[in-house]
């Protein structure tokens, strides 16, 4: 009885140790010279995302090439931001980006229309309406 329970343990502390590499793979050393410079941005928390986080950017690093200069100049700066931010601030822009998500079509192209209007005012305009409206910071002014 006591051996069935030492190799039972034995077995699931193998199964976990499993798991845990293969959830860590590939590691930043593992991932091929045009990744790593796609991906540089995430180069100093590669090794600690998220299975399903490296594979959204491993996505993203595999149609690189096929993206306009302009689509990979904004994949970059917006790798960049991202790799800037708290984890305070990326959890809540995952919340901001599922509330959109979840809007009626209509709901999102009204958005999209306000939004296309403020980048159009001239930026002392915006920094003023960013002055009168503290609570609302988008963090999206560098990223288009």
């Known amino acids: 009885m006591v051996k069935t329970a030492i190799a039972a343990g034995l077995l699931l502390l193998a ?9 860590q793979e590939p590691s930043w050393a593992q991932l091929n010279e045009s990744q790593r410079k796609v991906l540089a941005p995430l180069a100093q928390e ?23 200069p302009e689509q990979q100049q904004r ?22 980006y599922q509330a959109y998500q979840n809007l009626s079509p209509e709901k999102k192209a009204a958005l999209r229309k306000k939004w296309e209007e403020y980048q159009r005012l001239p930026e002392a305009k915006r920094e003023a309406l960013r002055r009168e409206n503290p609570d609302i910071d988008t963090g999206l002014e560098d990223l288009d």
């Open 15 to 23: 199964m976990t140790a499993v798991a845990e590499t293969e959830s």
């Open 75 to 96: 994949v970059q700066r917006r790798l960049t931001h991202w790799s800037r931010m708290t984890p305070y601030e990326r959890e809540n822009a995952r919340k901001k």
């Open 46 to 68: 590669w090794d600690i995302l998220r299975p399903w986080q490296r594979e959204r950017m491993l996505d993203i690093a595999r149609d690189y090439p096929k993206m306009t």
